[in-house]
């Protein structure tokens, strides 16, 4: 490629239309660039795969041309060349007119959404005015349903060079009105051609969107997932440190043999693209055909073409695709499906969701959550999909929805952990009903273990940990020593009360000189289970393992203590023994005890109050 280029950020503008229209004849004499650079190409004067040019319009805009072929055989190589279109020239020839791959290539065209474009007729030198009127009618009338409807249609003859001015200026003009490409911030690269240069190594082409590139940038090839590096960048045959989304360029990567690349994959910003092997879709089809459930069909997306299988859902122009290759892709980016033999479009759509589950086939409700992501609530219905929790990074990283969206979300957040208002509701319905059952089973114990209701809740231990003080601090649960219960929840000694009665009797018959612990246990027929509720409902205070109080015996105890202490400045066992009247054993576990919760301190014999 030669000539030398001015500008920056500009539109790619492809060409459409039926085999020997003119297509590559009139690239060749607006831009001077032969589009046709193959060999074969050049033997058959026929154009079979993509080719390109650009041209700079009086503006001083450039625009990258790409020129497709227009023989019916060769469409899947046209539908490579038309991801990442700005405008159309619809290319017809004023002698032949409207044929079939007119109509089909603007259906293609009206289902991957191209809105900017011009009918450009072709060969007009060949027929008279008359004709020409026929034939413009013609055109506006095969675009009037599509995406173009509307569009001019501009009279050109490349023989003889009429009508290529004020078909310029109306580009220009059309130029003018249609946005650039945005950028996203995730540069990618649809790979649609690949080749070697010596000296330079491997070299991919492509129609670069939703990110800038520069030399020297780290990314992802895709779907094989292997890094490679931008070694040097050109567009419109120059070298360029950085090329602006919606450039055709050139990339010289380092890192990859050209063996390892082939048309359909891409390059793109690590992290930015999923890639899959199953995705929900919104999906068009033209009228007069039917998308059958279970059809195998060739899924064209960017430059890739993949084999995949039409899931109808629910409701009309909703399916799930299988593909059977992964594809590097993004929500939002369009496709076409076509049927493999004979060769024909079936239809046109959006990916929607790039990680869906699968869907039984008339699951109303998936289909009513790829209506909500497909208007916009992508991280909302992501969200859903995680009723164990999501992090907010996750989270983006699973839709690619932008960060701003984080906070417009309706999530019940626990730390770093989202939920769906759903999934939430269900979390604290879960542990109420496992609780609840829990303490029906377990009438003695206080609360379940943390570790087994996390378990039971089928948490992860971060999430559970972040979790629960929430659900704690909505008053579904309480926390305490390790167990988790019901608010409500007491221990409740039920059909064991008996026994706790006769062990409580036991010990208040001597109230400080109760029989052993052991023996009163086996006296009553109280197990440790029993003593252990008693002692969590206050009831009975263990003072050492063989010697508990009754707990009106215990308080009592404990203010004759303080009282002689009071008195008389400390107290021995001794005296406490003479005191209470009890016996040494007790007294002493008594005081023991006292010390250890640092109520009293022993000074030699005696106890002083701490
Ligand atoms: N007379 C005349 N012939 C043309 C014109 N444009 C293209 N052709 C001829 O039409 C044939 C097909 O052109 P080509 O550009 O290869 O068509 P494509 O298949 O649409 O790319 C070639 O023989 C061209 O010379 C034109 O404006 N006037
Ligand atoms: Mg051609």
Redesign the pocket.
């Known amino acids: 490629m030669t000539g030398h280029v001015v500008g920056t950020a500009g539109h790619v503008v492809g060409t459409a239309g039926h085999i020997d229209h003119g ?2 004849t009139l690239i060749r004499a607006l831009t001077g660039i032969d589009p ?1 650079r193959l060999a074969e190409e050049k033997r058959r004067g ?2 079979i795969d993509l080719g390109f040019a650009h041209l700079a319009l009086p503006s001083g805009r450039v625009a990258a041309i790409v ?1 497709v ?2 023989h019916a055989r060769f469409v899947h190589n046209m539908l490579a060349g038309v991801h990442g279109l700005d405008a159309v020239l619809l290319v017809v020839a004023a002698d032949e007119g409207v044929m079939p791959q007119t109509r089909e290539h603007l259906e293609i065209v009206d289902l991957l959404q191209v809105r900017s474009g011009l009918a450009v007729l072709t060969k007009a030198d060949l027929v008279d005015p008359d004709w020409l009127e026929l034939v413009t009618a013609e055109v506006k009338e095969a675009l009037k349903d599509s995406s173009l409807a509307g569009a001019d249609v501009v009279p050109v003859s490349a023989a003889t060079g009429v009508g290529l001015e004020q078909l310029v200026a109306r580009l220009d003009a059309l130029l003018e009105g249609t946005p650039v490409r945005p950028d996203r911030g995730r540069a990618r690269l649809p790979v649609d051609r690949v080749f070697t240069i010596a000296g330079f190594g491997t070299v991919v082409t492509g129609t670069l969107v939703d990110g800038a590139l520069a030399a020297g940038d780290e990314l992802e090839l895709l779907p094989a997932g292997r890094r490679v590096r931008v070694r040097g960048l050109q567009r419109h045959g120059e070298q360029v440190e950085r090329a602006d989304p919606g450039s055709r360029v050139a990339v010289n990567v380092a890192g990859v043999e050209r063996d390892e690349l082939r048309r359909g994959d891409v390059l793109a910003v690590p992290g930015t693209l999923t890639v899959t092997r199953r995705a929900d879709a919104r999906v068009r089809v033209p009228s007069g055909r039917a998308l059958r459930h279970g059809e195998h069909v060739l899924l064209h997306a960017g430059t890739a073409e993949v084999p995949a299988r039409v899931i109808e859902l629910e409701g009309e122009g909703w399916v799930q695709l299988y593909l059977d290759r992964p594809l590097a892709a993004a929500p939002g980016d369009r496709f076409v499906l076509r049927l493999p033999s004979p060769p024909r479009t079936l239809a046109g759509g959006e990916l929607v969701d790039l990680s869906p589950r699968k869907h039984a086939r008339h699951d109303a409700a998936a289909v009513a959550s790829l209506e909500r992501r497909a208007a916009g609530e992508v991280l909302q219905e992501e969200l859903a999909k995680y009723p164990r929790g999501i992090t907010a990074e996750a989270l983006l990283r699973a839709s690619l929805a932008p960060e701003a969206g984080i906070e417009r979300l309706d999530a019940r957040r626990a730390g770093r952990w989202l939920f769906s208002p759903a999934a939430w509701e269900s979390l604290r319905r879960r542990a109420q009903t496992i609780l609840a059952g829990y303490h029906r089973a377990q009438p003695l114990r206080p609360g379940m273990p943390r570790e087994e209701l996390q378990s039971r809740l089928g948490l992860q231990p971060a999430v559970f940990a972040a979790a629960l003080p929430e659900l704690g601090g909505e008053g579904v649960v309480v926390e305490r020593d390790g167990v988790v219960a019901l608010p409500g929840h007491a221990v409740d000694l039920g059909s064991s009360s008996g026994a706790a009665a006769r062990l409580l009797e036991l010990l208040a018959a001597e109230p400080f000189a109760p029989p052993s612990l052991p023996e009163a246990m086996r006296d009553a027929a109280a197990g440790p289970e029993i003593v252990r509720a008693l002692e969590r409902g206050g009831d009975l205070v263990r003072l050492s393992p063989d010697v508990a109080f009754t707990r009106d015996a215990y308080e009592r105890a404990v203010a004759v203590v303080r009282e002689v202490i009071a008195a008389e400045g400390d107290v021995t066992v001794a005296g406490l023994r003479d005191r209470l009247g009890a016996s040494r054993r007790p007294v002493l576990a008594l005081l023991e005890h006292l010390d250890s919760a640092r109520v009293t301190r022993r000074v030699g014999d005696a106890r002083v109050l701490r």
């Open positions: 297509k590559s046709d026929m154009t020129d072929p227009g």
